[in-house]
């Protein structure tokens, strides 16, 4: 599914209009209607009933006088308050003013913080005529907002988020909420705290980056008649990932029934040191889980019984000349380990020690298969951004926000304020070649993005998940679906919704308290239920 971004959303409009010849007073039309329609859906009838309408100066505006002439068809008296002089209304916009003011459809002017204060007032006199109040409508800025809000815009927004205003009612933004910037999920100021957007044409990338369905509550899509033709000629570079699209992935998953343990895969895991032996074996133990046909780890060898007994599916190769840290003195070791295995995990719970860091900047311009960095691995390469020479393969960067932060030389408030951006300029730092950079940056709202400016943004996942070893176990579903066939990318955003659904699974079931090892044993059932098919006869998962 596409996010166009407010610059791509604008090309789209314009495109149906220019490029198509449909009217943006028809584009206005249907999104009104449709946002009514979904508002009956969600909220009940509305005969009978008040609505409380806030209209900004621009498009959004014009959709919440439509949406209010709905409503005035149906039996539900919509109240306006306008927030500019609506002689300064243009386009579409002022058409609908048009209308409600030949319907004679009751508005008031907000033009000043003054008039703010008056609202509670007209609302105790409106609600004193007995009827109920159907929604609170948010129609006062739209995608195109950048800069933050303040004045009476910023006053009206605390007041509609006061607990009880309009004794509670629903509130529904038009598109996205207020105060929500539609590129970065990034609050402007002040926001308006949804509990319904209904967003038009395609969704945002803002409805979904960083927690920001805490401000957009349910979300609502409504085609409003954009062309395919035109969606598809605007090449947006933002998509979401979603089980329909790992599903589109999913083939080289299928399984013949003659297939054996070689022909899923061997990946090769470098982690572990000591007290941090678990990333490495979380690691394993999500790679084992997602169906990976073998697992090998490099391990110091003064710790290579702890493996041994901790993960008894998984194979190690203890390294003569590591005791108790993985180092430069066994890169021949490792790089014969490396050879036939079909992706390599380097980093969690590896050490930062001067042997491994030589290592770690060897191992990446040397390794050939795609290779998925993560943790200290990463720290690494950004405590030696002048010696990182060109990768031999496909590297998968899987940072949190402040191995981003320390990647990139920026602040985490940076990276956090406009997250689809850091990702993307991410892969750029480390791009010498034509081998593909792939980051994916962790959080709410994962973001995946490769070397050529696309992205994509995860839907799955909770705040459960904020606790050790995540990110461990999902370096190995990664390495795995890799192993099983799947392209990097492919790979890495896959393994992205399906960790992200094992929590969802997970907090469904047992709420909050669930541990990185107990998702990654979650993830057959997991898998089973989002992308594996039917069995046929010739083939199985």
């Known amino acids: 599914m596409k996010l166009p971004t407010a610059v791509e959303m604008r090309a789209l409009d314009r495109s149906a209009i220019e490029d198509f010849g449909i009217p943006g007073i028809v584009l206005m039309e249907n999104?009104?209607?449709?946002?009514?329609?979904?508002?009956?859906?969600?909220?009940?009838?509305?005969?009978?009933?008040?609505?409380?309408?806030?209209?900004?100066?621009?498009?959004?505006?014009?959709?919440?006088?439509?949406?209010?002439?709905?409503?005035?068809?149906?039996?539900?008296?919509?109240?306006?308050?306008?927030?500019?002089?609506?002689?300064?209304?243009?386009?579409?916009?002022?058409?609908?003013?048009?209308?409600?003011?030949?319907?004679?459809?009751?508005?008031?002017?907000?033009?000043?913080?003054?008039?703010?204060?008056?609202?509670?007032?007209?609302?105790?006199?409106?609600?004193?005529?007995?009827?109920?109040?159907?929604?609170v409508v948010d129609a006062l800025f739209g995608t195109g907002l950048g800069r933050d809000i303040d004045g009476r815009f910023a006053d009206v927004i605390d007041l509609i988020n006061q607990p009880g205003f309009a004794r509670s009612v629903p509130v529904v933004s038009v598109d996205i909420p207020s105060g929500l910037d539609s590129d970065s999920g990034r609050i402007l100021g002040k926001c308006i705290r949804a509990d319904y957007t209904i967003t038009f044409g395609c969704p945002k990338p803002g409805h979904f980056i960083h927690g920001s369905s805490d401000m957009s509550g349910a979300l609502r899509i409504v085609d409003i008649g954009i062309p395919p033709e035109a969606v598809?000629?605007?090449?947006?570079?933002?998509?979401?990932?979603?089980?329909?699209?790992?599903?589109?992935?999913?083939?080289?998953?299928?399984?013949?029934k003659a297939s054996h343990k070689g022909s899923h895969g061997h990946l090769l895991i470098l982690a572990g040191s000591p007290g941090k032996t678990g990333a490495a074996l979380l690691a394993a133990r999500g790679a084992l889980r997602s169906g990976c046909g073998l697992v090998s780890l490099c391990v110091p060898h003064l710790l290579n019984a702890i493996f041994e007994t901790a993960l008894l599916e998984a194979m190690t190769i203890p390294l003569r000349n590591s005791p108790s840290f993985i180092g430069i003195a066994d890169r021949d070791h490792i790089l014969e380990a490396a050879i036939n295995k079909k992706a390599i995990v380097l980093g969690p719970g590896l050490g930062t020690n001067p042997a491994t860091a030589e290592l770690v900047l060897f191992l990446y311009q040397q390794l050939r298969q795609p290779l998925i960095i993560d943790a200290d691995a990463l720290n690494i390469l950004a405590s030696h951004p002048h010696q990182v020479g060109e990768p031999a393969g496909p590297r998968i960067f899987t940072p949190h926000p402040g191995e981003l932060g320390r990647l990139a030389n920026v602040t985490v408030r940076e990276i956090q304020d406009n997250r689809l951006a850091a990702t993307r300029k991410a892969c750029t730092l480390f791009k010498r070649n034509d081998h593909q950079i792939i980051v994916v940056l962790k959080g709410a709202g994962t973001i995946v993005a490769v070397d050529n400016g696309m992205a994509m943004i995860n839907t799955t996942g909770n705040p459960g998940m904020a606790t050790g070893g995540m990110g461990d176990v999902l370096s190995g579903i990664i390495g795995a679906l890799i192993c099983q066939g799947i392209e990097p990318l492919q790979a890495a955003a896959m393994a992205v919704y399906l960790h992200g659904a094992a929590g969802d699974e997970l907090l469904q079931q047992q709420g909050v308290g669930y541990s990185a090892s107990e998702l990654a044993d979650t993830l057959p059932s997991t898998i089973h239920t989002h992308i594996r098919q039917r069995k046929s006869n010739e083939e199985c998962f």
């Open 31 to 135: 999104a009104g209607l449709g946002t009514v329609h979904e508002m009956i859906r969600d909220l009940g009838p509305c005969e009978n009933s008040f609505a409380l309408i806030f209209i900004g100066p621009g498009n959004n505006g014009g959709d919440g006088f439509v949406i209010g002439r709905h409503l005035h068809q149906r039996g539900c008296q919509p109240i306006f308050f306008i927030m500019v002089n609506p002689d300064a209304l243009t386009g579409d916009a002022a058409v609908n003013f048009q209308i409600v003011e030949k319907l004679k459809l009751p508005f008031h002017i907000i033009d000043s913080t003054v008039r703010v204060s008056t609202i509670p007032v007209l609302l105790k006199q409106i609600e004193s005529r007995g009827l109920p109040c159907f929604a």
């Open 232 to 256: 598809k000629k605007a090449d947006i570079a933002t998509e979401l990932i979603t089980e329909s699209t790992c599903r589109q992935w999913s083939q080289p998953l299928r399984r013949d």
